[in-house]
């Protein structure tokens, strides 16, 4: 993947993250706040904890952090996969933010 690749794909993944936030504040009653500075996104929950997805340029990477811990994606051509065998980013972020909003939330691309 060059790296121009890697940003189309990775602006595609926040801001499907971004978007996410929005449809789920219009649905529910989860109240997030999102914020984007550069690659990065940052999403904080009533309860303040926080998520934050950043991207790793020169690793062709995207990063997630959240109370469970942290996690590296690549994409393999179809999706966003952990490196470590944890599973697709959008599953992992619904798993980590229904956990840190205390409630189901669904992200998808």
Known sequence: MTDLEFMDRAEQLLLAV???CDRINEATEADLDSQ??????TI???NRSQIVINLQKPLHEVW???QSGGYH???DGQQWMDTKGAGEFF???SRDAS????QPLVFSR
Do not use: I, K
């Open 18 to 20: 971004e978007q996410g």
């Open 36 to 41: 984007r500075s550069g690659g990065m996104v």
């Open 44 to 46: 904080t929950f009533p």
């Open 64 to 66: 997630m952090a959240a």
């Open 73 to 75: 994606f690549r994409f």
């Open 91 to 93: 599953a992992g972020l």
């Open 99 to 102: 956990l840190q909003a205390g």
